[in-house]
């Protein structure tokens, strides 16, 4: 079965750590995204990748680094300087978007992270 | 403020009952999107509607896009315990110019309770 497949699930850390999320699909999608979800709100972009070793800021990029060395796989870094770090954090993947159409995204089942 | 804002943000029906939910947004777009999230998971696409269109149909959802007013809504027909959910629109901006990313904004969602 095609997917996107995030972990762990559950992960906790203490305050000052660093912790990489880990975000792999086998759909053969170009385009990678991380989202940051917190209690009873929406989706917030973090960074989104359209390709292989290039990647972009999205709305709430501070604190936070990614790679893409290879199509498959868009980690997420969750730095010491992410102030509020606990949330819960949703990886996507759709085709390569291109200017004025957008794809539908495929979403992991993201990782909840809490940091004390 | 959001780019896509959802009414109500809280919908309690009976099973079989209809359950119609808002989304409003501020600037022109090029396609409205929907999404479903059961607690804890990840985001399913539900449906997509372009910017010249009005309404579409996918099984008992039922969505239309009004452009002049800027706002769709999700249309749940004969509603069963399952569609208990929080239920998502998303929008992107139009492109002034860019080929590359996506950066759809989602609304703070409804929650839906469809009760047996």
């Known amino acids: 079965d095609g997917g996107i497949t995030q972990s762990p699930k559950y992960l906790f850390r203490k305050e000052g750590q660093n912790v990489t999320l880990s975000c792999e699909q086998n759909?053969?999608?170009?385009?990678m995204y991380w989202y940051r979800q917190d209690p009873g709100q929406g989706l917030r972009l973090i960074y989104y990748?359209?390709?292989?070793?290039?990647?972009q800021k999205g709305d709430i990029a501070e604190g936070y680094s990614v790679s893409r060395e290879k199509k498959e796989s868009f980690p997420l870094t969750v730095t010491s300087a992410q102030k509020n770090p606990t949330a819960f954090y949703l990886c996507?993947?759709?085709?390569?978007?291109?200017?004025?159409?957008?794809?539908?995204?495929?979403f992991g089942n993201g990782t909840r992270l809490t940091v004390t | 403020s959001q780019q896509g804002e959802e009414d109500p943000q809280a919908l309690s029906i009976q099973e079989g009952e209809n359950a119609t939910m808002n989304c409003s947004y501020k600037?022109?777009?090029?396609?409205l999107q929907w999404y479903r999230q059961n607690s804890g998971r990840g985001l399913v696409h539900l449906i997509l509607?372009?910017?010249?269109?009005r309404e579409k149909h996918s099984g008992r959802l039922r969505v239309t896009l009004d452009t002049s007013k800027k706002s769709s809504s999700l249309l749940i027909t004969a509603s069963r315990a399952a569609d208990t959910a929080s239920y998502f629109c998303?929008?992107?901006?139009?492109?002034?110019?860019?080929?590359?990313?996506?950066?759809?904004?989602f609304g703070e969602g409804t929650q839906l309770t469809v009760n047996p």
């Open positions: 996507a993947s759709s085709i390569r978007q291109e200017s004025s159409y957008n794809s539908p995204l495929h």
């Open positions: 509607i372009r910017s010249n269109e």
């Open positions: 600037t022109s777009i090029n396609n």
């Open positions: 759909l053969n999608h170009d385009a």
């Open positions: 990748s359209q390709i292989v070793n290039d990647f």
């Open positions: 998303a929008t992107d901006a139009m492109s002034r110019g860019e080929t590359s990313g996506s950066r759809l904004t």
